[in-house]
């Protein structure tokens, strides 16, 4: 009995060795934590976004992921949900550094779509131009800039359907739903905030406070898990379905929909100061801070089978991160800016972080765009780089106590 149980033990230990020592790794990078600098950091993932921004601007072109041959993804004409991000990102570095040749670069690949904010055929525009040109009016007051912003906001606002009370996400699936709104959304409300602030029109702020409080009543689930698309009948302003499109099924919590989930009530507590959100953004982290793999970075759904848990997704990771250290500015709590910053550390480690000259100037590894299409699995993700580069920033500045936005 007693060789038996020691075979076992013997067995047992060999089998799972590697876990050992990857916790053990991990634990050893995370106790070391104090040690880490956002700062140095930021100045390693600036040496590889020089690299990315020759490359862009010889190509005149907007970098968006790699292909199944290895080749830079670069933006095609039309308007794609991603464009904003690599400006979004420059905006980012002009602010780490105030190197002036990335305030140019920004304005050089923002003004490549410019003409998009009059396009009304998706709910996209917050993402693309709030950190933009939202971004360009907020660092240079330059009134062009808020134009823009402007008109790209009453685009987005021409989708709101207010029997429903929310901005409608995609004009295309008639087939799979009527009216859809997608968890992601949640994201493009900053945007009529910040048209509000600009002004001094509420209708903005009005709609984006409709568009929440419906989201929070028919998107969550009991654990404050997010459903990707609900449905609606645009008669009644019911819900009439809950599914997913880029998660493994309905009833899962596809990994990015979370972070987003997150990121947009704490971002709408932070306009409004209605606890409601507040609570609720501390719901979803709790649920989601449940969900962190020992690895620290999630699967790309949170309820996949292990068969299809290889992917990791550090976007949603890299989202959840930045949204962890808004919620620890607000509350003062401990645990979100510790969880943030363990991220953020593992995210750093060459599994996750590339160095300079690699992965085609992408800073992270590892993302997922849609599994269930088979498109973008386990590529680098430019919206990937710049969640993970404003939870860089976040994190110095609230280290340093400075601004936090
Ligand atoms: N809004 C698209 C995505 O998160 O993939």
Redo the contacts with the bound molecule.
């Keep these: 009995m007693i060789r038996f149980t020691a075979i076992m033990q013997k067995k047992y230990f060999i089998r799972f060795l590697p876990c050992f020592l990857i916790s053990g790794i991990i634990t050893l990078i995370s106790c070391n934590k104090k040690d880490f600098s956002p700062d140095e950091t930021l100045n390693q993932v600036q040496k590889q976004l020089k690299l990315m921004q020759i490359e862009a601007s010889a190509q005149q072109a907007i970098p968006r992921s790699v292909d199944s041959n290895g080749n830079t993804r670069w933006i095609s004409k039309g308007l794609d ?1 991603t464009e904003g991000f690599w400006p979004g990102i420059c905006w980012l570095m002009y602010q780490v550094s105030s190197e002036e040749n990335w305030k140019e670069s920004a304005i050089e690949f923002q003004r490549m779509f410019a003409d998009h904010c009059f396009d009304k055929s998706t709910h ?1 525009l917050g993402f693309i131009f709030n950190n933009t040109f939202g971004k360009a009016y907020r660092i240079t007051g330059e009134e062009m800039y808020k134009e823009v912003l402007i008109e790209a906001t009453n685009s987005l606002v021409s989708r709101f359907n207010s029997k429903v009370g929310c901005i409608k996400s995609w004009d295309w699936g008639e087939d799979r739903w009527q009216y859809p709104v ?1 968890i ?1 959304n949640m994201m493009n409300l900053e945007m009529l905030f910040e048209a509000t602030l600009v002004t001094g029109d509420t209708n903005y702020r009005d709609i984006a406070i409709r568009h929440a409080n419906t989201t929070l009543t028919n998107h969550f689930r009991d654990d404050y898990s997010t459903f990707h698309v609900v449905d609606y009948d645009t008669l009644t302003g019911k819900a009439i379905r809950k599914l997913t499109h ?1 998660g493994f099924s309905d009833s899962s919590a596809w990994a ?1 929909g979370q972070a ?1 989930g997150v990121y947009g009530y704490i971002m709408c507590y932070r306009y409004t100061r209605d606890t409601t959100y507040l609570k609720a953004a501390e719901q979803m982290a709790r649920y989601n801070m449940n969900k962190l793999p020992p690895e620290l970075v999630f699967n790309w759904d949170h309820n996949a089978p292990s068969s299809l848990q290889t992917y990791r997704d550090a976007s949603a990771t890299a989202i959840f991160a930045s949204a962890l250290l808004e919620l620890a500015e607000h509350t003062g709590k401990e645990e979100y800016y510790s969880t943030a910053k363990k991220i953020l550390i593992r995210l750093s480690s060459h599994r996750y972080m590339a160095h300079p000259g690699e992965n085609n100037f992408f800073v992270l590894k590892h993302s997922v ?2 599994y269930p299409e088979n498109h973008e699995m386990d590529v680098p993700l430019i919206y990937a780089d710049y969640y993970f580069v404003e939870a860089l920033l976040r994190l110095r500045n609230f280290e340093q106590n400075e601004n936090f936005d």
């Design positions: 949900w996209d997608i992601d880029q990015r987003w765009g849609s």
